[in-house]
């Protein structure tokens, strides 16, 4: 079996050299723009500056198509692109090249990273246009689009490590983009800070990952040999518990914190401090599901790891639900659609726990659209109010801006899982597979964070577009559309939003699960270990009742969050107060204030190390460092008394002789000037000289 | 080119003396001799790795000659693996540093008389081969040392230069005794004398019984020897908890001794560990590897990071974070897997051409606002965007960004560390975000927020500055893309060392 699978193996990679230019082109327009934009802007114009920026995306979107329609060519076992580019770390039985690979999962990937990554490129050279450092701001979205088509691409997990903290070098430096502001400066830093909590994780999964293959007499990190090989995992222990799982939880740790999940979750919503077309690509479309696309590259091994499983599927089922109350009580637009990402990504997650590797991937781009186009539309809305984000100074904005409200409109609709738009099959599959693999508990939790986004999705528009507008005067006056540089990616945000959901229509729905069957090369030799992986995709596609009733199930629950929403924001049938005041405002004040988790971190983890920082400092002042001072002290004290002893015994009895010895005592006064130099070279030559005298 | 390696530590002696020889008030036309004498050693090092045999384990470019016959004391220069890339160092920083001493301006004649001379210093102690010339390349490195930082430092500079020396010299003391033990013990059997010569002592079948099994103090006579050596080096590198000259020396020191002291001289420490401890005591060094090596290792990584964390003194930040950096070089050597051993090598390489960027940068600011108070400045990006931009350079590497140069040395060390010890490799990764914590957090304060208005004139680093910056930027992106062109150069040496320690484990 292991062999023909490595014959397999063997055969399935095609060798091609285009690949890398994928990465490549964003790369060399951010060197480009990093190091000569200033130059450019001043004397070629901005212009140059967003055409260089957004053709390198755009030409790697055409290259990821060519990519993919090569691989749709392929039998679907040979599915694998392979780009060598040259040999990277080759120490010992390590070896690793830059070599990046596109299978039919990183085909997906760098689709949405190119093509929505494009869009928003062309978005930002509208959205940033009076910005005076536009060649930063596209200097560094070209880096963090090479940063992340490598984290997708590389063909190993060192590549893949380069490109995952590359995200989170560009997420710092965006999200810090206007530095001046010390409150945006601080969020930069504690992304990037929290995320190395996971890394650290990551880190130490790599290096277990590589020794224990080593163990079964196979080492590496390349990710077509542990699909490989991992299986020869099973029944190795590490530390008395079974090695998959102590890997397996380890990434997990890494995909908390780049995925925003409890308890790193903490980093994103401050991140909405950076531009907001960064907020749209980075923090919801693409770097923010690096934890889920990781987990799904090593799905084998995830596969072998039932408990990890369960707890990826219970930590993305508490946070979905954890984020989704705080969302309902943001003002902040783009603090309420922060929650909902963490909130989403935690039902990517539930989806990934349970083994349905194929439906998180695939919530994982029907999500890139439509929350993509939310946050562009709020950096429509927030571009034309004059950079405001409260959205109680909002209201009744879809007559001046009817493309951002349509869009928003129809992105919400998908993100509340309204038929037959994309969200409504993506978050309804998970929700099946969750409980039809057995997870009911998470599927109930998950049902509720459903409901719950419907609430605050359906009140974010309310307060934005309906109702009166409750602007300042001056703000009103200037209301207005925004250009066709943005417009133009929402409607197509919006319409990938509408339609994407087609591309997976369930069996149950009498469609032919194809973005399933396209994964499948990827995702399923690891053999699913939750009961619905396997019975979805395999065999005769038996649909049972239940799955139509929960289908039921959740467009009702979803049409109730709206309900609620529509009557607290629209119609005013029903009053948020209500909710807000019960039991004496506490409950609402907790979540308000996001239950005070950063203040709990903040006085535990932050303080505990600032104070371990200081006692170290202090020790080593005055401990270690008192005790070298010490020991000079003692030294010099002994040295003195040997002085004194020298001069009122030694000479005082030299005196009394000859003139030849009290000459000598005078050399040796001499020696004893407190030059301490003077001391340790006497005593190096001594101990030369009585070396020296052993000799003979 | 027999005599490279001969040439490369002369020339700068020859430089010192000819610039004492030039007239007084021409300081410029010193300065530039000096450029001019640490071009030649640059010149040749390129020569030398270009013509640097990768693929043999052995002494390459050997040159030998008698020096003082009846001790059998030889002089005896080659390089391998182990040195080469630190001859590289050496030639490369010492060239640079003259360019970040061009504003000295008391003295001039001495202090670039004595900084060749200290240049002679540290390239004839990764030559040498014979244990004595050894010592007094490393003697010779000390005095120039304590001038360059008692006369040219900061207010306390009489004191750290006192502490360095004093505490250098404790280590010279003990290293002594122990190349003398070494040497009666061992016999060339090519001459039947006792000898120096490294190679010689390298052959465990040339160590008298007592060197092999003798008992003094109630110890073993290998594990005494050993310790000596080590607490020589350790103090050099420095290891906690002899670190404490480190912070002092640093402050007190001019830029460009700094980096000279950051680059290359803590290296010494290592690379005498290597050279000696492991080539000649490997059975010891399997016995005291994990405590003396990998636990110490771990301390000075998060002990370090931690103290760098809470220093207010720019300067002082990057000191205690070169004694955190410079743990992974001990954990890394002390973990006898290739990856291991080759990270720790790497990683004196990277570190000496990332925490060089990192002095020259604090030097930057120390020259313009005249303190390097973290909190005393802030917003600096805005009115140094290239400054800026080379400070995020070196502070990304300093916190291993991968892409970066320390990335590759670091990841190896833990990679290799982790085969050995892995709950002290989980220790030492946790100083990933501790790095993180202290770089980030420095750079916020210093460079991101609110413009201090009293900077708001100050001046943009200058073509000089670039000048020095702009190569060391250059090779730390360069090798975190291919290090394969320093792990290629050291590659057979260091597994062929880790092989035979590893013998004994």
């Known amino acids: ?458 009140r974010s528009v309310y307060m934005t577009f309906d109702g009166e507008n409750r602007s300042d005067e001056h703000t009103r006056e200037h209301l207005h559309e925004s250009p066709f540089s943005m417009t133009v990616p929402l409607m197509v945000l919006a319409s990938l939003a509408a339609l994407a959901g087609f591309l997976n229509v369930p069996h149950a729905l009498f469609g032919d699960a194809r973005f399933d069957a396209w994964l499948a090369p990827v995702l399923e030799h690891g053999g699913g270990h939750a009961g619905g992986h396997g019975d979805a995709h395999g065999g005769g596609h038996h649909v049972e009742v239940i799955e139509y009733v929960l289908m039921v199930l959740s467009i009702a629950v979803a049409a109730a969050g709206i309900f609620v929403a529509r009557a607290m924001y629209k119609t005013g049938s029903m009053s948020p107060d209500r909710l807000t005041g019960l039991a004496g405002g506490k409950p609402y004040r907790t979540v308000f204030n996001k239950y005070y988790v950063d203040e709990f971190y903040d006085a535990t983890v932050i303080r505990g190390t600032l104070a371990l920082t200081r006692v170290s400092a202090w020790f080593d002042t005055n401990i270690v460092d008192g005790i070298v001072n010490g020991a000079a002290w003692v030294v010099r004290m002994a040295s003195a008394f040997n002085g004194l002893v020298d001069r009122y015994v030694v000479d005082g009895a030299v005196n009394g002789v000859a003139t030849v010895t009290s000459l000598v005592g005078g050399r040796v006064r001499r020696l004893q000037t407190g030059n301490i130099n003077a001391y340790l070279y006497v005593a190096v030559i001594a101990v030369v000289g009585m070396m020296v005298a052993r000799m003979w | 080119m027999d005599n490279i390696l001969t040439l490369m530590t002369f020339i700068p002696i020859f430089g010192a003396a000819l610039i004492l020889c030039l007239p007084r008030d021409r300081d410029n036309l010193v300065r530039w001799v000096a450029v001019g004498v640490t071009a030649v050693p640059l010149v040749l090092a390129c020569w030398l790795f270009f013509n640097f045999d990768r693929s043999t384990a052995g002494f390459q470019f050997l040159q030998r000659g008698q020096w003082i016959p009846s001790f059998n004391i030889q002089y005896i220069v080659g390089v391998d693996g182990v040195s080469i890339t630190m001859v590289l160092l050496t030639a490369f920083l010492s060239f640079l540093c003259i360019f970040a001493s061009w504003g000295i301006t008391k003295a001039v004649k001495a202090y670039f008389a004595l900084f060749l001379l200290l240049d002679a210093g540290m390239m004839g102690v990764f030559v040498s081969l014979d244990f004595f010339l050894f010592f007094v390349f490393w003697e010779v490195m000390l005095l120039p040392m304590y001038f360059l930082i008692g006369i040219w430092g900061g207010p306390r500079k009489e004191y750290a230069a006192i502490k360095f020396f004093l505490y250098t010299l404790l280590g010279s003391a003990l290293m002594l005794i122990s190349i003398l033990a070494l040497y009666f013990n061992t016999t060339d059997p090519a001459t039947g004398q006792h000898t120096f010569d490294m190679m010689v002592m390298m052959d465990q079948a040339n160590h008298s019984e007592w060197l092999r099994n003798g008992i003094i103090f109630g110890q073993s006579v290998p594990l ?180 970066l140069s320390a990335f590759i040395s670091e990841a190896l060390v833990l990679l290799g560390s982790w085969q050995a010890n892995p709950r002290l490799t989980m220790v030492a990764a946790l100083a990933v975000i501790l790095s993180a914590g202290y770089m980030l957090w420095a750079l916020q304060r210093i460079w991101l927020g609110k413009l201090n208005e009293k900077y708001a004139n100050i001046e943009e680093v200058n073509r000089r500055e670039i000048f020095t910056l702009a190569p060391l930027a250059a090779l730390v992106v360069y090798l975190g893309i291919y290090p394969t062109a320093v792990l290629d150069l050291m590659g057979a040496s260091l597994n062929s060392l880790n092989g035979v320690v590893s013998k004994f484990l």
């Not at chain 1, 079974?242 to 401050?270: C, E, H, N, R």
């Not at chain 1, 738009?421 to 009911?440: P, R, V």
């Not at chain 2, 950051?262 to 010891?284: C, D, H, Q, S």
């Open chain 1, 1 to 458: 079996m292991q062999d023909t699978a490595h014959a397999a193996h063997q055969a399935a990679i095609h060798t091609v050299s285009y690949l890398r230019w994928i990465p490549l082109l964003p790369l060399i327009g951010a060197a480009i723009n990093g190091l000569g934009g200033a130059w450019i802007q001043k004397h070629l114009g901005k212009k140059v500056i967003g055409g260089i920026a957004c053709a390198m995306p755009l030409l790697g979107f055409l290259l990821s198509l060519r990519a993919f329609f090569q691989l749709a060519g392929l039998d679907p076992a040979e599915r694998t692109l392979l780009d060598t580019m040259f040999p990277w770390i080759h120490v010992g039985n390590l070896n690793v090249d830059v070599a990046f690979q596109v299978d039919p999962l990183t085909a997906v990937m760098i689709l949405i990273i190119t093509g929505v990554g494009g869009l928003i490129h062309i978005y930002s050279t509208g959205y940033m246009h009076d910005e005076p450092a536009y060649w930063r701001y596209f200097a560094y979205l070209n880096l963090f689009t090479f940063a992340m088509l490598t984290l997708v691409m590389g063909d190993n997990l060192l590549i893949m490590f380069v490109g995952w903290e590359g995200v989170g070098l560009c997420s710092y430096a965006l999200i810090g983009f206007w530095y001046s502001e010390w409150a945006n400066a601080s969020a930069g830093s504690k992304a990037f800070i929290v995320n190395r909590v996971g890394d650290f994780g990551f880190m130490c999964a790599t290096f277990l990952l590589f020794w224990s293959l080593a163990d079964v007499g196979h080492p590496t990190l390349l990710f077509r040999e542990i699909a490989e090989y991992g299986p020869l995992l099973e029944g190795h222990m590490f530390w008395g518990v079974s090695t998959v799982t102590l890997i397996t939880m380890l990434m997990f740790v890494g995909a908390t914190g780049k995925s925003a999940q409890i308890p790193l979750y903490v980093w994103l919503p401050d991140a909405m401090a950076g531009p907001t077309p960064v907020s749209a690509l980075i923090h919801a479309a693409t770097m923010v599901t690096a934890g889920v696309y990781m987990i799904a590259r090593l799905n084998v091994l995830f596969g072998m790891a039932p408990a990890t499983g369960a707890v990826i599927a219970t930590v993305g089922a508490a946070t979905a639900f954890f984020a989704a109350t705080i969302g309902t009580t943001q003002f902040d637009i783009k603090k309420v659609l922060a929650y909902s990402t963490v909130s989403q990504l935690g039902f990517m997650f539930i989806a990934m726990g349970v083994g349905a590797y194929a439906t998180g991937v695939f919530h994982l781009m029907t999500h890139a659209f439509f929350k993509a186009c939310l946050f562009l539309g709020s950096g429509s809305v927030i571009h034309a109010m004059h950079h405001e984000q409260d959205m109680r100074k909002m209201g009744g904005l879809k007559k001046w801006m009817p493309y951002t409200y349509a869009t928003y409109l129809i992105s919400t609709l998908a993100i509340a899982g309204i038929p037959p738009f994309s969200g409504f099959f993506s978050k309804d599959e998970i929700l099946w597979k969750a409980f039809s693999s057995g997870h009911q508990f998470v599927w109930f939790v998950a049902v509720c964070a459903a409901a719950l986004t419907a609430f605050y999705m359906f």
């Open chain 2, 224 to 403: 005494v020897i050993w310790m000596a050596l080590f607490i020589g080096f350790a103090i050099k590198i420095p290891a906690f908890p002899f670190h404490t000259w480190l912070p002092d020396a640093h402050v007190e020191a001019p830029t460009a001794i700094s980096v000279i002291l950051a680059g290359v001289l803590l290296k010494m420490g290592t690379y005498g560990i290597l050279r000696i401890n492991f080539a000649i005591l490997p059975e010891a060094t399997a016995t005291l590897a994990f405590w003396c090596l990998a636990a110490v290792g771990v301390v000075n990584i998060v002990y370090g990071a931690l103290c760098a964390m809470a220093q207010s003194d720019l300067k002082k930040l990057v000191a205690y974070s070169s004694v955190s950096h410079m743990g992974y070089v001990m954990l890394g050597m002390a973990s006898f897997t290739q990856q291991g051993i080759n990270g720790a090598v790497l990683q004196m390489f990277n570190h000496g051409t990332v925490t060089a960027m990192l002095f020259l940068l604090v030097g930057v600011i120390y020259d313009r606002a005249h303190h390097r108070n973290i909190d005393g400045f802030g917003g600096l990006a805005s009115v140094m965007p290239v400054y800026t931009g080379f400070v995020a350079v070196a502070f990304f590497a300093a916190l291993g960004l991968p892409g």
